[in-house]
């Protein structure tokens, strides 16, 4: 009879099992509170800035100068958040910003995950000049006036939804991302479903497509995230205030809010940045834990050579 050598193999968990259940070591002890210890602080690092800055959005304009705002509100003012909410303006311009991010994200995704899956395949001809070409833009650029020209005066695209979604639809980082993990994508399914009649566009959406929620899940994220924070494309493109997104329309109150004017205006400036990252930062917040769980998982994919 020949026994398992790795049967004889000492614990090296350090862990004694007595009874039936399993009794820490002080080492291991000592380690889960350290370990908890950490976490807790990198939480508190974490939320503090965000729940201060809700502590601010609803203190009064001389607490905040006082600097006696932390973590709860003080002298409780909800007049800066009336005066952004009754306007008119404000909500068109929100409106603008979710159209511009949803068929923003829509266009980019369709081109990032054709063209990752198109230069992911190693016999397609001339996929080294187009990975080369893609990764050339990622150094080189054609700065902001030859840019402005092309966009405004030779594309057309002045005070339109496409000079804002174009420019930037296909993000060499997130095209990079998904064709590794297209790379690592089983090959006999592919192979499977081309025995079966499949052409390369069927073979890419009833196979490779559904099988790439985690990566597609994280990169709309990372687009929508871009796309609804962005506001210097449209500064540059879009004059009437009508097509403006909501950082644009909130950049502008600021600007506004911080010159002299009425008691008011002074007010509305000490409050304005707190109420205006609120109002923004609030739907990435409640989008946010609906596609965490395919987060960690579609970086990684789309990351690590397997």
């Not at 081109?111 to 080369?132: D, E, P, Q, V, W």
Request: with cysteine; proline share 4%.
């Amino acid at each position: 009879m020949v026994t398992d050598p790795l049967s004889a193999t000492p614990d090296l968990t350090a862990v004694r099992r007595e009874g039936g259940t399993i009794k820490d070591t002080g080492g291991y002890r000592a380690f889960r509170v350290v370990n908890g210890l950490v976490l807790a602080v990198v939480c508190v690092v974490t939320l503090y800035p965000f729940v201060n800055l809700v502590a601010k959005a609803f203190s009064s304009e001389g607490q905040i100068a006082a600097g006696n705002v932390n973590l709860v509100p003080r002298g409780f003012n909800v007049q800066t958040l009336q005066y952004v909410l009754s306007d008119a303006m404000f909500w068109t311009n929100y409106k603008n910003t979710v159209v511009y991010t949803v068929v923003g994200t829509l266009i980019a995704m369709a081109l990032t995950t054709t063209y990752a899956y198109a230069i992911s395949r190693r016999h397609l001809k001339g996929r080294n000049a187009f990975i080369g070409i893609a990764v050339f833009t990622m150094f080189f650029g054609g700065g902001l006036i030859p840019n402005y020209i092309l966009v405004a005066d030779v594309l057309g695209m002045r005070n339109t939804m496409w000079a804002v979604v174009l420019p930037g639809a296909i993000s060499v980082f997130n095209l990079l991302v998904m064709k590794s993990f297209f790379e690592n994508f089983p090959t006999e399914l592919e192979e499977a479903a081309a025995i079966d009649g499949l052409s390369t566009y069927g073979i890419f959406g009833r196979i490779v497509l559904p099988l790439s929620k985690a990566v597609i899940a994280t990169m709309t994220l990372f687009y929508a995230v871009g796309i609804w924070n962005s506001w210097f494309g449209a500064f540059l493109y879009l004059d009437k205030k009508e097509l403006f997104p909501v950082t644009v329309y909130l950049r502008n109150l600021i600007a506004a809010a911080t010159g002299p004017g009425s008691q008011e205006a002074v007010q509305i400036g000490s409050n304005i940045q707190s109420v205006t990252m609120l109002l923004t930062v609030l739907p990435i917040v409640c989008l946010y834990p609906f596609v965490q769980k395919y987060f960690v998982s579609g970086v990684m994919l789309g990351s690590v050579k397997g």
